[in-house]
């Protein structure tokens, strides 16, 4: 079984875990520079984006995830991991930094205080039929789209909420909690396909 690793400083990782390990990976959490060096592919899961990035640098971690996106390694960011690899962060706390990769300004809590947490069904033509039923809580959104980025999903009033750029792969929502396998198994073939 490919060895992927799911960030595990913070935030849903055991959703995470759960789902790739029901895909046949083998799944492990990363808290270290060592254990990040064995895995294939990363996975950054929700949580709190600005817990997360100040984890990731007190733990040595911030440089070599850096690093692994550089180079080339499948990433896929949900929620705050979409957070985490936005290239530009609005409404971050004072501070705030990302990983970066993904060529895309992305505004946390963007939905607002009356809508903090909302479901609804997104058309994702990469991911073929039926729609995605899609979980948002304190989601982001994507509202600068740069051109290395492509949009892969957007809400009704077309707001982007699913990117894609070469092995890296971000949401603002949770397939982790709906049972719905297709960004993980997505994802998955990104990482199998550079074995
Ligand atoms: N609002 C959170 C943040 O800014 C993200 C929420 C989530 O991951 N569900 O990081």
Redesign the pocket.
């Known amino acids: 079984a490919v060895p992927v690793g799911v960030l595990a400083l913070q935030?849903d990782f055991r959703e995470h875990l759960a789902v790739l390990a029901s895909l046949g990976a083998d799944a492990r959490p990363i808290r270290r520079e060592s254990e990040l060096a064995e895995v294939r592919g990363l996975v950054i899961p929700?949580?709190?984006?600005?817990v997360m990035d100040k984890l990731s640098r007190a733990f040595g971690l911030a440089d070599p995830l850096k690093d692994a996106i550089r180079s080339g390694m499948p990433v896929y960011g949900t929620?705050?991991g979409l957070?985490m690899l936005a290239d530009r962060i609005l409404d971050g706390i004072p501070g705030q930094q990302s990983l970066g990769g993904l060529d895309v300004a992305v505004r946390?809590?963007a939905f607002g205080s009356q809508l903090d947490s909302f479901e609804t069904d997104l058309d994702i033509p990469e991911l073929g039929e039926p729609a995605m039923h899609a979980v948002f809580?304190?989601?982001?959104i994507v509202e600068e789209t740069g051109p290395a980025a492509t949009a892969l999903a957007t809400v009704a009033d077309g707001r982007v909420v699913a990117v894609e750029q070469g092995n890296l792969l971000g949401t603002s929502f949770?397939p982790e909690i709906t049972g719905d396998t297709r960004f993980h198994e997505y994802f998955l073939r990104k990482v199998r396909a550079r074995e």
């Open positions: 935030g929700g949580g709190e984006s600005s929620c705050a957070i946390r809590n809580i304190r989601a982001p949770h």
